[in-house]
């Protein structure tokens, strides 16, 4: 009983830790980009671009644009990624969308740097997008026949042509810098504008209760609660109860609770961007330069949202909560669960299978990612648990190279969609990939030249190019004729 006590408080130490901690200056804005990529960006502006027939280097980097758009998991994005292959996106660029989409959005990468590191983000970026470029290139060359008996019946469905409005473009932006705002790392953000002390001498009191309730380790990666989290808990909360009076049914009208809902959010992201510390003579609010950059970018959020039609801006505000509605209860569950994992886990398992960086650590992250399922973004707080519990960063980034990718959900969905042949093509080739990031990244880390890393990257990617190469020259090579 006492080991089951111990686990649930585990969970629930994690979970009041990740709300007060990385929701809001991250998730929030994400959530409402999300739902404007959904709402505003018309269909045919992203698919036109990735056609057979369109040229290579249009049509993979459109379709790596189109899936950093889109906050998806494995198991969202296969709907999509069907719907653009059977209405005329070639083989190779609708797998790019698949590989690239769930691992290299905005999201993802924002929720990376914030809790991995700017530089593992980065790492995160480029890698996927080489080698989501590499996988889809392959896949069109290796299935080349199927592809072009494809292409003959779906490549009139591109000649729709559509543009993005002024204003919904001013509001994606603008959604951005809040964003960027809230996540940057800048001294000049970070720095004190001006500071006011709040009489409430119960708040460092308060502070040391929360640490009762919410005891952490810092070795295990816990963070515990701070008194301005405990905050930032209750207007959650608050958002989430108006939301559902307010954005249930926002394509009907929005109402009081439709405002509420909203001015909730501002005011909470604006709370997230101070700093306050307890102490015993009160409670110190610093107003930092963030929350003037945050506050400047959510006044010309609401400057571009008064310019959209009635339409528009509900749709906006549906998608966005058909998102939260969709990823976040998993994400609440999944958290949950790696704070009871936590308790069971000892950083010496962890450390004698991935604790360095050769081939078989990267592979057993790689076969770890492939085989289980955590929804969107919740790979990336167990990337955050497997690093403090002594995990390699190089082994670490083969997982989450290949956890958003696949499940084993939606590798019977691909199947559904393009065949088994191509399906076990597919996780072959992500898994391959995955563990030269890995490795690449790794000897990164560990501090081999620059330059012999850049080397190994050249030559793999020289490889590649090779076999592409031999492979369209046998794909041009006639047949032998029978005699």
Known sequence: MNAFLRLIEGGAGNLAAYLAAHVLLCLLPAFFIAGAMAALI?????????????????SYPAAAAAGSLLAVCSCTIVPLFAGIYKKGAGLGPAITFLFFAP??????????????????????????????????????????RDDARHDALTDTAFAERARIGGAALGLLLSLVAVLIAGTLKLSLLNASV?????????????QATLLRWVPFDAAKGEEGVSVQGSLLIVLLL????????GLENIVEGANRWTWLTLGLAAATLLVAAMRLTPHSGGLDVAFTGRVLAVGAALWAVLHHAR????????AWLWESWRFVKQIFVLLVVGVFVVGMVRQLIQPAWIQNLAGRNDLMANAVAVVFGVFMYFPTLVEVPVAR???????????????????????????????AVIGRPKTAAYVGLVAIFSVVAGLLYGAWVDGVNAGWVAAGLLAFLGALAA??????ARRRRPAPTQV
């Open 194 to 206: 001006v500071s006011v002390t709040l009489p409430l001498p119960g708040a460092e009191a308060w």
């Open 307 to 314: 310019r959209l039609d009635a339409d528009a801006w509900r």
């Open 42 to 58: 018309p269909k045919a502006s992203i698919t036109r671009w990735l056609g057979r027939s369109a040229p290579h280097h249009v």
């Open 103 to 144: 691992a290299g959005n905005v999201m993802a990468l924002a929720y990376t740097g914030s809790i991995l590191g700017a530089e593992f983000a980065f790492a995160r970026f480029v890698l996927c997008l080489l080698f989501g470029i590499g996988i889809g290139l392959l896949m069109a060359l290796i299935f080349w």
């Open 467 to 472: 076999l592409m190469a031999w492979m369209m």
């Open 238 to 245: 608050a958002i989430a109860l108006t939301a559902w009076k």
């Open 385 to 415: 648990m497997f690093l403090d519990l002594g995990m390699h960063p190089g082994p670490l980034l083969a997982y989450l190279m290949a956890d958003p990718e696949l499940s084993l959900q939606s590798i019977l969905m691909v199947a």
